[in-house]
Each structure stands twice: as C-alpha cells, then as structure tokens.
C-alpha cells in the first residue's frame, strides 16, 4: 500500500490529453511539492516535472503539473505512442523524521 | 553530463548484508546542491525509496527499512555507498541510486539523475 494513492491504469488515443492524479495528505501533498516520475519499459525513472509544476529542460511542454491541497495531477497532452509508460508522484513526507514516498504507479496504454 | 554508476554483487545470501556503490561522474559527491540517495524496484512492483545521504552529515532513511540500512559518501572517490543487512527474498529488486537535487527548491524528491539500476537477487 502506497502512501501516495495513484490510479493503476490510465489510457487514450493519439493525439488525446490524459491526466493521472496522485492523492496525498497534509504531511506529504499538502506542504511539500510533488515531483512526476516517467519510467519506459526496462529503464530508470525518468523526471517530468519537479517543483510541482517545474518541467526540466528537455521535457516536452506537452507534459504539466498541476498541486492543489493534497492531491496533484500529471497531464500529457497530445498523446503520442511512445508516451506508453509507468508514471509515479513523489513528494516529501515530513512525518517520522521525513522521507520520500512515492505513488504506486500508473500504466499509461496508448490505444 | 552526470552520470551514476551502480556496481555490487547480483546474488546476495539470505541474512548477509548487501554493499552496493555508485561512481558519480560529470559532478561532485561533495555540492551542497544535492543529496545522494538509493531507491529501488521489486520485480514488476513500484519504486522504493531507501534513503539520502548528503556529503557531511544529514541522512534520511526509509522508516520500515532504517535498521538495515547504511548510506555513506566517500567524496575522495566521488562515490556514495547502500549497506542492507539482514537480507531476504523480499530485498530482491533492482537498486537504483540517484540524485536528488534538493538545491534547485529546498524540497525532497526532484531526482534529476538515476544510474541504470543493478539487479539483487537474494538466493542460497
């Protein structure tokens, strides 16, 4: 069990805007930012966003986050097949001395 | 370019104690820009995170694995180390160790460079 609560599955077609949420709690969503984690088949996780809304350079602005209390959201705009992946939150979780939590992940089907 | 090397033993025996190192090339253990962390994947299962360790002082560890777990920074070798011991079959996973870049916001969590991740399996 996650203490970042993700949906495990998400789809669309070509072309499409999806959206994954990432529901937290006032330790962890709800005071600190929320960072988005893309991890292709048989690789390491890669970085989509951090700072809750911060795309790295080189990431497509076709990905953004979005923070609002305790829940965030990741959104991939026109959908294209590569964008077929696992995707994760993560944040900082200020209980028990503080650690990182992450989601339990998201598979994104492109149809 | 950074970049993160993982390198340790793929077969670990039930109650032994896992040692795994990370080379950080293109950058220094020594920034007080970043912590260096390890974080990892049990077989088809979601990530985990382990721990942080920044260069002189400040570690962080996963609670349900704190007992078990050393994480150390050799900054002369540009390397940071993972020490699991007690291990079990539910240690089995790939161990990632990354970079958290916790300079850019003074927030946990912006892992802006992984290394490949290295398969452990814990096996007699």
């Known amino acids: 069990q996650s203490v970042l609560t993700q949906p495990p599955s998400a789809s669309g077609t070509p072309g499409q805007r999806v959206t994954i949420s990432c529901s937290g709690t006032s330790s962890n969503i709800g005071t600190n930012t929320v960072n988005w984690y893309q991890q292709l088949p048989g690789t390491a996780p890669k970085v989509l966003i951090y700072n809750s809304n911060q795309r790295p350079s080189g990431v497509p602005d076709r990905f953004s986050g979005s923070k609002s209390g305790t829940s965030a959201s990741l959104a991939i705009s026109g959908l294209q097949s590569e964008d077929e992946a696992d995707y994760y939150c993560?944040?900082?979780?200020?209980?028990?001395?503080?650690?990182?939590?992450f989601g339990g992940g998201t598979k994104l089907t492109v149809l | 370019q950074v970049q993160l090397q993982e390198s340790g033993p793929g077969l670990v025996k039930p109650s032994q104690t896992l040692s795994l190192t990370c080379t950080v090339s293109g950058g220094s253990v020594s920034s007080g820009a970043y912590y260096w962390g390890w974080i990892r994947q049990h077989p088809g299962k979601g990530l985990e995170w382990i721990g942080y360790?920044?260069?002189?002082?400040?570690?962080y560890y996963n609670p349900s694995l704190k007992s078990r777990v050393t994480i150390s920074v050799d900054t002369s070798k540009n390397q940071f180390s993972l020490k699991l011991s007690s291990m079990t079959a539910a240690d089995t996973a790939v161990y990632y160790c990354?970079?958290?870049?916790?300079?850019?916001?003074?927030?946990?969590?912006?892992?802006?460079?992984w290394g490949q991740g290295t398969l452990v399996t814990v096996s007699s």
């Open positions: 993560a944040a900082w979780d200020d209980s028990l001395n503080g650690h990182v939590v």
């Open positions: 990354a970079r958290d870049y916790y300079g850019s916001s003074r927030y946990f969590g912006y892992l802006d460079y």
């Open positions: 360790k920044w260069h002189s002082g400040s570690a």
